[in-house]
Each structure stands twice: as C-alpha cells, then as structure tokens.
C-alpha cells in the first residue's frame, strides 16, 4: 500500500501544479461479492484479495468534486497528464512514448506541461509527438516529417542547442 500511497501524493501535487490549485485522489475500489438478480451472494469476496481497481477524484480550483466522467475534455486531459506525471515520478521508466497528450490543453498549460516534462526528463528519456509549440521548445533534439511535391515523405531533425549557438553568435 505504501507504493499506492506514493503514487496518490504524486498525483495530488502534479494536479495542482498542472491547475493552479484543487485536489485530486487516487481511491481504491474495492472487490464486491457477485450476486445473481435477486441479490443472493453466489461468490464471497476472496480474504486476500487485493483492491479491484482505483477511482480517481478530481476537483479544479473553485468547482465541487467530481468524477472524472464530469470532465471537461481539457480537464480530463490534464487529470491524466497528472496521473502519467505521477507513475513517471515514483515509478521513473527509462523511456516513454507520449502521443498528442497536450493536444487538448491551451498555451498556458501547455508550458505547464511542458516545464513538467522538463522536470522529469531527468529520471526518462521522452519521445513526445506533439504539434505543441510549448511542448517542442523543451525539446533536446525535433524530428519532423515533411512531404516534397514528389509525394516522398523526408526526415528531418534540429538540434536546439544548436540553432542557440548560431542564435547566440549572431546576436553577439
């Protein structure tokens, strides 16, 4: 339970840090016997088992509890980059594959996002695909794909440090 317990701070932290405030909680679900349609127990609950999944809470600053269903898409978004944010931080993988998270969010919390990341790039090595202008100044090193007018897809990619130096130069 101690892990679980982990994660849930985590991701009570990172809820507030990706909102500005509320609260958000990772409860468990607990097992329920199965009952036939009168209500008759047909299975007990077995002793030992453990949790049967995990109900997450979420309340943005200034609303009342919600489900998660009650969501905004942009909310739910959020809440979930949380939650990743979370399992990363107490659970670091050595690398992550991230698809369009932050294609819902707004540009202020694609910097939040985006900062996150940066955090946590410590510990993972992120592969995010994003259209996220927030999201790729982060970046260490972008890859794009571009199509010529002959139909063949080409590869490119930039070093950022890079285009500061000679930004760095030519500012000097």
């Known amino acids: 339970h101690t892990a679980f317990h982990l994660l849930d701070r985590e991701f009570g932290q990172y809820f507030k840090k990706l909102f500005g405030g509320g609260e958000?909680?990772?409860?468990e679900v607990e097992p329920e016997p199965d009952v036939d349609e009168e209500g008759?127990?047909?299975?007990?609950?077995?002793?030992e088992a453990g949790p049967a999944g995990i109900e997450i809470q979420a309340t943005p600053p200034g609303k009342r509890l919600k489900s998660i269903a009650l969501l905004s898409g942009g909310e739910r978004a959020l809440t979930s980059i949380a939650l990743i944010c979370a399992i990363i931080a107490t659970n670091p993988s050595p690398f992550v594959v991230l698809d369009e998270v932050d294609a819902a969010l707004d540009e202020a919390?694609?910097?939040k996002f985006a900062d996150i990341l940066s955090l946590l790039a410590d510990k993972t090595q992120f592969l995010v695909v994003t259209h996220n202008r927030a999201t790729m100044n982060q970046a260490h090193v972008l890859y794009g794909v571009t199509m010529g007018e002959d139909g063949i897809s080409q590869?490119?990619?930039?070093?950022l440090e890079n285009i500061t130096q000679i930004h760095t130069q030519k500012s000097s």
């Open 109 to 111: 919390n694609s910097h």
């Open 24 to 27: 958000a909680r990772l409860l």
């Open 155 to 159: 590869l490119l990619s930039i070093k």
């Open 40 to 47: 008759n127990v047909i299975k007990e609950v077995e002793p």
